[in-house]
């Protein structure tokens, strides 16, 4: 059985910031891939950002360069840096880790709103 609890959710102010924490605990010792999606009401759920045991990193288009995903692989913790939030941000971000199968936290609201 694997946990994530994630953390560092809120309200933010367009043009703030907010650094996401993941942090898995059970049955699997690593993740081959550890990252963030995050879903708006009445949309799919879409990739932010992972991230693979060797550093290589991938974006959805519309974080590039705003985002920053970053991983503790001795930790198992996988943290997302976000800067210059917009109100298209605002959804619930979810922790996602690969280890033979896919793992999903519980979610964690993001609100970018003046």
């Known amino acids: 059985q694997v946990q994530f609890v994630e953390s560092g959710g809120g309200l933010v102010q367009p043009g703030g910031s907010l650094r996401l924490s993941c942090a898995a605990s059970?049955?699997?010792?690593?993740?081959?891939?550890m990252g963030w999606y995050r879903q708006a009401p009445g949309k799919q759920r879409d990739l932010v950002a992972i991230i693979g045991s060797g550093g290589n990193t991938r974006y959805g288009d519309s974080v590039k360069g705003r985002f920053t995903i970053s991983r503790d692989g001795a930790k198992n913790t996988v943290y997302l840096q976000m800067n210059s939030l917009k109100p298209d941000d605002t959804a619930v971000y979810y922790c996602?880790?690969?280890?033979?199968?896919?793992?999903w936290g519980q979610g964690t609201q993001v609100t970018v709103s003046s």
């Open positions: 059970g049955s699997i010792f690593s993740f081959n891939t």
């Open positions: 996602y880790g690969l280890a033979g199968g896919s793992f």
